[in-house]
Nanobody, 121 residues
Framework: VQLQASGGGLVQPGGSLRLSCAVS????????IGWFRQAPGQERDWVSC???????YAATALKGRFRTSRDNAKNTVYLQMNSLEPEDTALYYC????????????????WGRGTQVTVSS
């Protein structure tokens, strides 16, 4: 299974972006997908996760601004990010877990390349 995150870019503070995580080499069905981000010089942080039944979890600080969804027919998971702040600037990754959502990096079996999100005026 391969994962590829896309949809990043440069956005002004207060703006929105929707990231996509496309799964190939297999089907999205059956996997939980987590989103992570890593800012320069910082550790990778868990952002959110969505189970196969679409139950979602998100970091407490991001719950009101970030929303995760999935479309199994398109083998794609989305991360809708609203009211973006400069502190959201990071490389965003997605990862797949076979045993359901985890709130950290452990438990994810497949990792994709990231997409850069830069929030700046």
């Amino acid at each position: 299974v391969q994962l590829q995150a896309s949809g990043g870019g440069l956005v002004q503070p207060g703006g929105s972006l929707r990231l996509s995580c496309a799964v190939s080499g297999g089907t999205l069905d059956g996997y939980a997908i987590g989103w992570f981000r890593q800012a320069p010089g910082q550790e990778r942080d868990w952002v959110s996760c969505i189970n196969n039944d679409s139950t979602t979890y998100a970091a407490t600080a991001l719950k009101g601004r970030f929303r995760t969804s999935r479309d199994n027919a398109k083998n794609t998971v989305y991360l809708q990010m609203n009211s973006l702040e400069p502190e959201d600037t990071a490389l965003y990754y997605c990862a797949a877990a076979t045993k359901g959502c985890y709130g950290g990096s452990r438990g994810y079996d497949y990792w994709g390349r990231g997409t850069q999100v830069t929030v700046s005026s």
